[in-house]
């Protein structure tokens, strides 16, 4: 069975700039989580869809934003680059119950100059 | 607030050298504990769930359990392959709330 997905695996971009990333979850499930891993802070939830809705959101800005299709892959947009948005982006699937494990994709590493 | 603390931040072992890492947590609505296993340059590889106090699960080398406010990761003759960071991280409504992991490095 195919795991997570995510594309690209890494990306440079500048000040500024937006940036999407994508993620094609586990076959059949219909949820997907983002976080953000970074040295310090460690691994931070961003959000979460089920069946193309946001069901979740954490703490951070607006400039971060997502969305889910039809077929429950996921993107995930960031607009107005900072360098400190720097970072392993993760993604993460499940079957949607609030008590099932998540399975996460190796990520995308931006990093912003 | 939510919180989940895992104790030691790095743990050197000789290869056969058993040991345990912690992960204490203090969460309103527990839904659920989840270990985690993460090499360099990887996403997190699901390892256990626990649901509830007593509960315990094993793996190879690896056990964990449950109580009402910490988890353990039991690791018993652990073998260089082991070596990885291993997160901790329970589930409230809508979220999970990862610790700060712990970095096993073991040598032959």
């Known amino acids: 069975k195919a795991g997570v997905t995510q594309t690209p695996r890494y990306l440079i971009k500048t000040r500024g700039q937006q940036v999407t990333l994508s993620c094609s979850p586990i076959s059949g499930h219909r949820s997907v989580s983002w976080y953000q891993q970074t040295p310090g802070q460690g691994l931070q939830f961003l959000f979460e869809?089920?069946?193309?809705?946001?069901?979740n959101k954490g703490n951070f800005p607006g400039r971060f934003s997502g969305r889910q299709f039809s077929n429950s892959r996921s993107e995930m947009n960031v607009s107005t680059l900072e360098l400190g948005d720097s970072a392993l982006y993760l993604c993460a699937s499940s079957t949607g119950g609030v008590d099932q494990p998540q399975h996460f994709g190796d990520g995308t590493r931006l990093s912003i100059l | 607030e939510d919180q989940v603390t895992q104790s030691p931040e790095a743990l050197r072992l000789q290869e056969g050298e058993s040991s345990s890492l912690n992960c204490s947590y203090t969460?309103?609505?527990?839904?659920?504990l989840f270990w985690y296993r993460q090499d360099p340059g990887k996403g997190p590889e699901f390892l256990f769930t626990?649901?509830?106090a007593g509960e315990e699960k094993e793996k190879e080398r690896l056990k964990a359990t449950l109580t009402k406010k910490e988890s353990f990761l039991h690791i018993t003759a652990p073998k260089p392959e082991d070596s990885a960071t291993y997160l901790c991280a329970v589930q409230t409504t809508g979220k999970l709330i990862f610790g700060q992991g712990t970095t096993l490095q073991v040598k032959p």
């Open positions: 626990l649901y509830s």
């Open positions: 869809y089920f069946s193309e809705t946001q069901r």
């Open positions: 969460v309103s609505g527990l839904r659920g």
